[in-house]
């Protein structure tokens, strides 16, 4: 396949990526303090990107001298600076090799903090649904089949071969045909993606992103050491002229987009603009990742058909597309999965090889289980989900009038409007009255951004979203106090 990638190893990315430029630092934090920071908000400012995971662990901070002229503060601000982030253990120095991020005993970061929310908070942190009633008949049914297993060893790289091809002919149902050989079974859709960014990107290639985008997938971006390129996207969708003329300009590598439901916005690409994308993307070489976690969540109307189905045939071959069912049916069910090409699948296989080996054998049975009766679970989730979305609209529409959202075609959440800047505030405060809340500026490819929105997820019940929205309306009856951006509260995102 032309341009295929060679496979390197998960050290050589990582260790490769492990350095922060001052401007790209000074972008971040000025975003966050404002343009002159003294020493203590600076230090304030990259604690909240370290916990936040828009600045990696281990990662070198720029010399000091360098970051001075960038933020075009004093050295001995950023000295001053440094040496707060140190006492607090969120800095270690080296000799000979600078200054690096780290973590204090007990501090975790965004992407490692606990996802459960503590007990009587309503949690509208997390677009994730609760697990149907048919997961409990799947356990009776999948025993017997795990137990054909057990006589083996148990580890499957590529993954199950039934559960590939289970989820082959589900493509192929959708309007793609696929082959099992084109399918390669992961531990979730994030594992998928952070194996397709460590693959195709190499650090300092550019990136191509949705702005807002999935929180988790930002971070596998700056992971990897890609350079991140926004395009915006609204609740009306992608502007994709302006799409078109980014991929010309950068020409990135790859580009991670969400074109079914988007997460957080709930939009839908229609069938033009996916033509026109395929078309930019063949023209510059760029590979699309394709997301479609969310792509039979349709709430009005039939779930769109895979994006590749559109594809030609020069198009397809840098085409790959994930997908799990965390959605669908249950995020502790830890099974997602690659759609690509032969090829690329099996380096992807060698890949992963150096971080899980295979995924969880018992998690494959029951998935290749429920696969089959994925339809008559939508038949029950989605209307479910259309009452609890509607449900959600109407407290807004009673408590919090002032706030303004469209009312998306599919998909976990309403991305709302507040009208001005609190979600940070919002979010600190309303964890004191029972509702855990991201700020929409998680969901941000630029820092600073998006702080006037909040991701709202109708994933609980009629009366429990009633009471989530009355608790939000009195925390801004109690007056918000000044955001600090100190992460004194549970982040977790899904």
Known sequence: MAGMPVVRSVDTVSSAARTLGSRQLAGQV??????????RALAQGVRTLLLDGRIPLHTRLPAERELATALEVS???????????????????RRGSGTWTGLPEGAAPASVAGYQAPDGVIDLAMAAPSAPAELTAAFALAGPEL??????????????????????ERYTRRGLPTLPEQILIT??????????????????????????SYPNALDAVRHAGL?????????DGWDIELLECTLRQTAPRLAYLIPDFQNPTGALMSTEQRTRLLRAARATGTWLLIDETMAEMA???????????????????????????????????????????????????????????????????????????????????????????????????????????????????????????????????????GVNL???????????????????????????????????????????????????RPHWVA
């Open 30 to 39: 000025t975003a966050l303090t404002g343009p002159r920071p003294g020493y």
């Open 75 to 93: 050295r001995a601000t950023i000295t001053a600076a440094y040496d707060l982030l140190r006492e607090g253990g969120y800095a270690l120095s």
């Open 147 to 168: 137990a054909r297993h057990t006589a083996g060893n148990g580890y499957h790289p590529l993954g199950l071969p039934e559960l590939r091809a289970a989820v082959a």
């Open 187 to 212: 531990t979730g859709a994030q594992s998928a993606v952070s194996l397709v960014m460590n693959l195709l990107g190499r650090p300092g290639d550019r990136a191509l992103v949705e702005s807002p």
């Open 227 to 235: 350079r991140i390129t926004p395009v915006p996207v609204t609740e």
């Open 299 to 433: 709430l009005e109307g039939p779930a769109p058909a895979p994006l590749a189905s559109l594809a030609h045939q020069g198009e397809s071959e840098q085409l790959v597309t994930v997908g799990s069912l965390s959605k669908t049916h249950w995020g502790g069910l830890r099974i997602g999965w690659v759609r690509a090409g032969s090829r690329l699948v099996n380096e992807l296989a060698a890949l992963r090889i150096h971080v899980d080996l295979a995924p969880s054998l018992v998690d494959q049975v029951l998935a290749g289980t429920l696969l089959p009766g994925m339809d008559d679970v939508l038949a029950k989730r989605l209307p479910q989900l259309r009452t609890r979305r509607d449900a959600l609209a109407g407290a807004l529409a009673r408590h919090l009038p002032q706030w303004r959202w469209q009312t998306p075609p599919g998909g976990l959440s309403l991305w709302v409007d507040l009208g001005r800047p609190i979600a940070g505030a919002l979010a600190q405060a309303a964890l004191g009255h």
């Open 438 to 488: 991201q700020p929409g500026s998680r969901f941000a490819a630029d820092p600073g951004t998006h702080e006037h929105r909040l991701r709202l997820p109708f994933v609980h019940g009629p009366e429990l979203m009633e009471e989530a929205v009355r608790r939000l309306a009195a925390t801004l009856d109690a007056g918000l106090p000044a955001f600090t951006g100190e992460q004194n």
